[in-house]
């Protein structure tokens, strides 16, 4: 993921981006009989990482892009640490942890850029045996209206869609289809989808931003392509204004 990722495209994902539903954090604690350490995968610019450290006394959040670290919240508890796309048990035991240590491994909208047998392995080798947990989601496209969801669905698929990658794919099915070898967790009949909301007040330059952050947006720029042209640029803020509301509440549902 880190290759389509200059400091411009991380600052706009460090802004653009939804932060993540309290209650999906609170439920996800609750599966973990102990707090002590917790491995945020794929952390981006610190999002899930930032709310971990609320409740985990430790936060071990790791990329492989130097750039969205920097924009990561710096918390006396997070140890930020850039690893590499490949990273081996070595490597792990070296910048991560050592075998049957962590409470809690999670992946934050980042999952479906992994190899996944590698990671798997990775992750039950790191996690506590017993009690361990990993936690994985994504999140869906914003609904704001009619109006500008239509143009969104055009946008994401039309005008975007040729520019993203094969992984997204696993977004679009918001997971499901997915392989993932572990067992429920006490209490729970099966180990997902769960379902959560997030709101996040936006204007239209705010809306502009979350749509630049994509990965496809950077790589259809790299192409010399700009997806946001003034044409489709008029229709969003159209359609955004129609009612005269210059900031709109955003609905994310959290997978």
């Known amino acids: 993921m880190a290759k389509w990722f200059d400091r411009y495209q991380a600052e706009q994902y460090s802004v653009g981006r939804p932060s993540y539903p309290q ?7 609750s599966k973990t009989p102990s707090h002590d350490l917790a491995w945020d995968v794929g952390t981006g610019t610190g999002q899930a990482a930032q709310s971990l450290a609320n409740i985990y006394k430790n936060v071990i959040a790791t990329d492989i892009s130097p750039k969205q670290l920097e924009f990561a919240p710096k918390l006396p508890n997070i140890k930020y640490q850039s690893t590499s796309p490949k990273m081996s048990m070595s490597e792990l035991q070296h910048d991560i942890g050592s075998q049957s240590s962590f409470d809690l491994v999670t992946i934050a909208q980042a999952m479906h850029w992994f190899d996944l047998p590698t990671f ?112 489709v640029v008029q229709d969003f803020k159209r359609a955004w204004n129609d009612d005269g509301r210059l900031k709109r509440l955003l609905l994310f549902l959290f997978i």
């Not at 209650?23 to 604690?29: G, K, M, T």
């Not at 669905?153 to 679009?172: K, W």
Request: overall charge negative; some cysteine.
């Open 23 to 29: 209650e999906l954090f609170n439920f996800i604690a």
């Open 120 to 231: 798997y392995q990775q992750v039950k080798w790191i996690l506590k045996n017993p009690n361990g947990v990993i936690a994985a989601w994504c999140y869906t496209s914003p609904e704001v209206n009619t109006q500008v969801d239509s143009l969104f669905q055009r946008f994401y698929n039309i005008t975007a869609g040729p520019y993203f990658e094969s992984p997204r794919d696993l977004v679009d099915q918001k997971y499901e289809t997915i392989d993932f070898p572990f067992e429920p967790v006490d209490g729970l009949e099966h180990n997902g989808p769960f379902r959560f909301n997030s709101e996040k007040v936006m204007d239209v330059e705010d809306y502009f931003t979350y749509l630049r952050s994509w990965s496809a947006y950077q790589t259809a720029k790299e192409k010399g392509v700009e997806l946001l042209t003034d044409n």
